[in-house]
């Protein structure tokens, strides 16, 4: 099965910094877009970031400019670099990937387990 691990989660005072990623595997032919959403407590999951396989890419106008969002092709994996975070910027991230696999020809969602971020004020 098509499985994405997430890592680089944890907690950091407001103006620091992390480094998200996010590796996708598991029988893969190939990957097309793949992106991060979060969830805050009481809150809708929303899109943060997203990126497709030649490299354009989309912002949530909340992280523009703080945020960037690369990934490799060649291991399947996307990254997330929060810089500037602010304590509302607290949530869980989960990462998303459009996948062709063995276990499913056509491009279908997969997500990851989800990584907590906390930023202290």
């Known amino acids: 099965q098509v499985q994405l691990v997430e890592s680089g989660g944890g907690l950091v005072q407001a103006g620091g910094s992390l480094r998200l990623s996010c590796a996708a595997s598991?029988?893969?032919?190939?990957?097309?877009?793949m992106g991060w959403y979060r969830q805050a407590p009481g809150k809708q999951r929303e899109l943060v970031a997203a990126?497709?396989?030649?490299?354009?890419?989309n912002y949530a106008d909340s992280v523009k400019g703080r945020f960037t969002i690369s990934r490799d092709n060649a291991k399947n994996t996307v990254y997330l670099q929060m810089n500037s975070l602010k304590p509302e910027d607290t949530a869980v991230y989960y990462c998303?990937?459009?996948?062709?696999?063995?276990?499913?020809?056509?491009?279908?969602?997969?997500w990851g387990q989800g990584t907590q971020v906390t930023v202290s004020s």
């Open positions: 998303n990937a459009q996948v062709s696999s063995s276990w499913n020809i056509n491009y279908a969602d997969y």
């Open positions: 598991g029988g893969i032919f190939s990957v097309n877009a």
């Open positions: 990126i497709i396989s030649g490299g354009a890419s």
